[in-house]
């Protein structure tokens, strides 16, 4: 069964931290890997990993992934109070080319002033 | 450009009544999914559609259907709803189904059967 595993699923730190969120997964036919960020409303888009080795950055945000270890992670420097939020890992897989998502539980990250 | 919408944004039903929910897409998108998101269990998809009247099952299809008769449009109907439906719901869609073609999500339905 196709299954996608982050870690941890919830966190609280103080602004200036820096975090690291763990997706770790097992998919058949992997395709690619998505990082999306949820506050109180609809998961919005970060990321799409495809290939291993290679950071994908965006501000204080960055990820990258492993394809031979099955795993990607999300960093986030100096977290501010915006970054509270739902993070989710998704991947794209299984036995057709249909694009579905297959999602972790999410890690759930609190930033304290 | 309103982009994915989705109507109504809160629902209160009774047991055993018929729901339904609606997705709307402004980008002529190829593919469309709904999701359930529940404490615990992340994002799981209930159905997913191709193109106009191409439908085909999820992870947790049991108790729900849907159609897709013009691409815009994907509605979800509850047939007959049970409390173990209360969740929130998300639409999404996707220019095509391939690996690089990131879903984009509506705002969400929280319904809540009593």
């Known amino acids: 069964e196709d299954k996608v595993v982050q870690s941890p699923l919830s966190l609280v730190v103080h602004e200036g931290d820096t975090v690291t969120l763990n997706c770790s997964y097992e998919v058949t036919n992997f395709r690619s890997l998505l990082w999306y960020k949820q506050e109180k409303k609809a998961p919005t888009f970060l990321f799409m990993l495809t290939s291993s080795g290679i950071e994908k950055k965006s501000g204080r945000l960055s990820s990258i992934l492993d394809k031979k270890e099955l795993f990607s992670i999300l960093n986030i420097t100096a977290t501010q109070t915006g970054d509270s939020a739902i993070y989710l890992c998704?991947?794209?897989?299984?036995?057709?080319?249909?694009?579905?998502?297959?999602f972790g539980q999410g890690t759930t990250l609190q930033v304290k002033p | 450009d309103a982009g994915i919408t989705q109507s109504p944004r809160y629902k209160i039903t009774e047991t055993g009544r018929q729901v339904t929910l609606m997705c709307h897409q402004t980008w002529s998108h190829s593919y469309m999914f709904w999701y359930r998101q529940d404490l615990g269990h992340g994002l799981r998809l209930i159905y997913y559609s191709a193109a106009a009247d191409i439908t085909d099952k999820g992870e947790v299809p049991d108790g729900y259907v849907v159609s897709r008769s013009k691409t815009e449009n994907f509605p979800l109907t509850l047939e007959s709803a049970t409390r173990s439906q209360t969740s929130v719901y998300f639409c999404a869609s996707s220019r095509g189904g391939g690996s690089y073609n990131e879903q984009f999500f509506g705002p969400g339905t929280r319904l809540t059967v009593l």
């Open positions: 998704a991947v794209v897989g299984g036995s057709s080319n249909t694009g579905k998502l297959i």
